[in-house]
């Protein structure tokens, strides 16, 4: 299952998106920053992260780096 998620950060609004093909039916908020999204069969298809620099600055760095010589 976890083979079908990609991972997404948008720079300019702070956002990292871990996420699968589907459509969001609901968003649930686990913690402050941090929501989930599910299809209209619950099932995980997403999870956010706001301000996500600041939680995962070096890992956003590293997968930065990686996208940009991709």
């Known amino acids: 299952m976890m083979e079908d998620f990609k ?3 948008d720079e300019e609004e702070d956002i990292l998106y871990l ?3 589907g459509q969001e039916e609901e ?3 686990l913690s ?3 929501n989930m ?3 209209e069969s619950g099932k995980l298809i997403g999870i ?3 301000k996500a620099s600041s939680l ?3 890992i956003i760095k590293q997968m930065t780096k ?3 010589s991709a």
């Open 27 to 29: 968003s649930i908020e």
């Open 37 to 39: 999204d599910l299809d």
């Open 19 to 21: 996420g699968r093909e």
């Open 48 to 50: 956010e992260v706001f």
């Open 7 to 9: 991972v997404f950060y």
């Open 66 to 68: 990686r996208l940009q």
């Open 56 to 58: 995962f600055k070096d």
């Open 32 to 34: 402050p920053g941090v």
